[in-house]
């Protein structure tokens, strides 16, 4: 069998294949939620991004091959700023529920 790296072409693949899976079953999810579910399952997919930035700690950390290196140095950033950026916007959303006199009273304590 030929190999790709370290890694052999059938595990390359399946691995493939499970993108693709995943992608296609992603974009079917997401593109049926209703507007009026958005800020819960931000927080939601925020905690499932918080995986993803493990596995590419892993997957950088790991050393395989250069190129794989690379990818999973650029999958820690990307998912780093997904896990931040979804944070910082569910909070701005929550933000719009509170009542102003609870919002006042904690500017006034910081």
């Keep these: ?6 890694i052999s072409a059938p595990v390359l693949i399946a691995s493939l294949y499970v993108f693709s899976l995943a992608a296609f079953l992603g974009y079917q999810v997401i593109s049926r939620v209703a507007p009026l579910l ?21 997957t950088a950390g790991a050393h395989l091959t250069r190129v794989s290196t690379i990818l999973g140095f650029t999958a820690v950033v990307a998912s780093t700023i ?7 916007i569910t909070d701005r959303m929550l ?6 006199e609870v919002i006042a009273e904690k500017e006034k304590k910081a």
């Design 1 to 6: 069998m030929q190999e790709i790296g370290n």
């Design 38 to 58: 958005h800020t819960p399952l931000m927080s939601a997919t925020n905690a499932i991004s918080g995986i993803s930035l493990v596995g590419s700690i892993v």
């Design 82 to 88: 997904n896990v931040v950026g979804g944070f910082m």
């Design 95 to 100: 933000k719009m529920f509170r009542r102003r």
